[in-house]
């Protein structure tokens, strides 16, 4: 099965900053990579699809870049709201997995 | 409008069967992939497998092959997660989530919570 490596597992950041999380496949997956957000008590929440394309509602300071083997989630100025947990997934082989997942805090 | 519906919560003792469910409503129940998540108290999403309800066709991660059944009944629109004998280590938050070939899940179920204790 494709593994996923994501990092950092958490980090702590100031409203305002530039947050990235990488994500990296043990094997290509081209841009097969989706990325959630989940809050505590509720199920994930799809943010981006096909490695880069943002889903419908989603605020624009979230952004997907990769393909191959190596990822990233982007977001680009930091807000209260964004306190979660953030996880990759890869959709290129039938048998899914999720990558370890970020826990994102403010300070 | 798409809604995925669980089952509610279970305590249940070490050695028990399970049975959980997740009704799908507002698509064509058997064109989408029904997929099941556990997530342990306090840890990250674990994908344990998928179902096709329009053929039945199942897979599983190999973590999870042998100790799971996954199953569907498309009369009911109704997939199905279930365990011949828990264990302590099966207490999680299950999720079912539906998605199409080659795409990510976008819509989820509100999850189900088991606890196995003695």
């Known amino acids: 099965a494709i593994q996923l490596t994501q990092s950092p597992s958490s980090l702590s950041a100031s409203v305002g900053d530039r947050v990235t999380i990488t994500c990296r496949a043990s094997q290509g997956i081209s841009s097969a990579l989706a990325w959630f957000q989940q809050r505590p008590g509720k199920p994930p929440k799809l943010l981006i699809s096909d490695a880069s394309t943002l889903e419908s509602g989603v605020p624009s300071r979230f952004s997907g870049s990769g393909s191959g083997t190596d990822f990233t989630l982007t977001i680009s100025s930091l807000q209260p709201e964004d306190c979660a947990s953030y996880y990759c997934?890869?959709?290129?082989?039938?048998?899914?997995?999720f990558g370890g997942g970020t826990k994102v805090a403010i300070k | 409008e798409v809604q995925l519906v669980q089952s509610g919560a279970e305590v249940k003792r070490p050695g028990e069967s399970l049975k959980i469910s997740c009704k799908g409503s507002?698509?064509?129940?058997?064109?989408?992939?029904i997929d099941w998540v556990r997530q342990v108290p306090g840890k990250g999403l674990e994908w344990m497998g998928i179902?096709?309800?329009?053929?039945?066709?199942?897979r599983y991660s190999p973590s999870f092959q042998g100790h799971v059944t996954i199953s569907v009944d498309k009369s009911t629109s109704t997939a199905y997660l279930q365990w011949s004998s828990l264990q302590a280590s099966d207490t999680a938050m299950y999720f079912c989530?539906?998605?199409?070939?080659?795409?990510?899940?976008?819509?989820w179920g509100q999850g189900t919570l088991v606890t196995v204790s003695s």
């Open positions: 989530a539906r998605h199409e070939s080659g795409e990510p899940a976008a819509d």
């Open positions: 997934q890869q959709v290129n082989s039938v048998l899914l997995t």
């Open positions: 507002g698509y064509r129940f058997s064109r989408y992939w």
């Open positions: 179902i096709y309800p329009g053929d039945s066709d199942t």
